[in-house]
């Protein structure tokens, strides 16, 4: 995992759930990865499958990822090249599924009001801080040692299958 991200980004709103990111309908019938990218957001926004770039940014309001805890509403959005999603907030589950899959999340709120959809910004992950395309910058706490190792590792297995050596 790079320690900077850039891309372009995509912004939704407040109390978007696992069932938008990922339709129910397709929890038990899509099951290779690059064929749940072909669904995220399908309903919210279909321009996003089509469009989407590896780097590009998901920009939330709060409680991104609330509902179910199924994780593939992380899969599809990695699988599609999100490097990163920032948000107000996340809901629990659904942040804690997306380190376990090597997909950095981070909390900044005035960077989600600041920041435009289609903006290009940087997230830099070893300063702690996200620059907007105008140079303005948001700061964020750092990730825990533990948490940056798992995302540099691409995610909880394969950073567990390191430590064992």
Not at 11 to 28: A, H, L, S
Not at 76 to 87: D, N, S
Not at 103 to 115: M, S, T, W
């Amino acid at each position: 995992m790079s320690k900077s991200i850039k891309g372009r980004t995509w912004k939704y709103g407040d109390d978007v759930n696992t069932d938008v990111i990922f339709p129910g309908k397709y929890t038990y019938t899509v099951t290779e990865l690059d064929e749940m990218a072909k669904h995220a957001f399908e309903d919210l926004d279909p321009s996003f499958t089509k469009a989407v770039k590896p780097g590009d940014i998901i920009v939330a309001g709060t409680n991104f990822g609330c509902g179910s805890s199924r994780e593939q509403a992380v899969f599809c959005l990695k699988a599609a090249g999100v490097g990163a999603v920032i948000g107000k907030s996340f809901a629990r589950i659904y942040y804690r599924n997306c380190i376990n899959a090597g997909l950095p999340v981070i909390v900044q709120a005035d960077a989600v009001d600041a920041i435009e959809r289609g903006e290009e910004i940087t997230v830099d992950l070893e300063r702690g801080v996200i620059i907007s395309s105008s140079g303005e910058e948001f700061p964020f706490p750092p990730l825990p040692e533990e948490v940056r190792g798992i995302l540099e590792c691409g995610g909880l297995v394969e950073w567990v299958k390191a430590r064992r050596g």
